[in-house]
């Protein structure tokens, strides 16, 4: 089945570093990927909608500038946490699909991201 | 937009006793509902979908259920086991977005 890799699973930075997470389709391209932010017994929060080869659609109160999202291959998008703070600590998680209006998404194992 | 509503958020039972997790969505245009488990710091994992022009779709122990005409659909697990024990997301989507319920923690106690 399909495979979706995410990298760092788990990430400790200081304040005002950035951080990259790399997310990729193992064994499908992935037209598009959607970035999730999940608080501790929370929900899947969706941040953006990356499509390969444009600019990310984010959902309104995500800052673009803060979150940047590049998706410049059909196997791999990047979430690069800017200038991280502490409430910025949360569990990231990716998700792809293979094709427009497919509907079984894959997604990654999440990544921990702990902001001193 | 749509808004995906899910009842109850917290759920106990005795093993072997069944489990109900019910989703409302607003966006009549949606017509895909997939149900996640998601376990502790784990990815969630697609356990079954269904889609609008289906009511009532089964696997083993898990069985979904959707009435468009109230936009409702359900998870229900029967003979519950303590692996069971997850938190469960439901979800709808119109084909483009993919619109997540808050998620409904499930115990099953021995």
């Known amino acids: 089945g399909a495979v979706v890799s995410q990298h760092p699973s788990r990430v400790i930075c200081k304040s005002g570093t950035s951080v990259k997470i790399e997310c990729r389709s193992l064994?499908?391209?992935?037209?598009?990927m959607f970035w999730y932010r999940q608080f501790p017994k929370k929900s899947l929060m969706l941040m953006a909608t990356s499509n390969e080869g444009s600019k990310a659609t984010y959902e309104q109160g995500v800052e673009k500038d803060k979150f940047l999202i590049n998706h410049a291959s059909l196997t791999l998008s990047t979430l690069t946490v800017t200038s991280a703070h502490p409430e910025d600590s949360s569990f990231y998680i990716c998700s792809a699909r293979a094709s427009p209006g497919a509907n079984v998404l894959t997604f990654g194992a999440g990544s921990r991201l702990t902001v001193l | 937009g749509e808004n995906v509503e899910q009842h109850p958020s917290t759920l106990s039972v005795q093993e072997g006793d069944s489990a109900v997790i019910k989703c409302t969505y607003s966006?009549?245009?949606?017509?895909?509902f997939p149900w996640y488990k998601q376990e502790l710091g784990k990815r969630p994992q697609l356990i079954i979908d269904?889609?609008?022009?289906?009511g009532e779709k089964k696997d083993q122990r898990i069985a979904v259920t959707l009435n468009k005409t109230a936009k409702h659909f359900s998870l229900h697990i029967t003979e519950t086991q303590p692996e069971d024990s997850a938190v469960y997301f439901c979800?709808?989507?119109?084909?483009?977005?993919?619109?997540f319920g808050t998620g409904t923690s499930l115990t099953v106690i021995p």
């Open positions: 979800a709808a989507s119109e084909g483009n977005q993919f619109y």
């Open positions: 064994d499908f391209q992935a037209t598009t």
């Open positions: 269904i889609r609008s022009n289906v």
């Open positions: 966006d009549s245009a949606s017509n895909y």
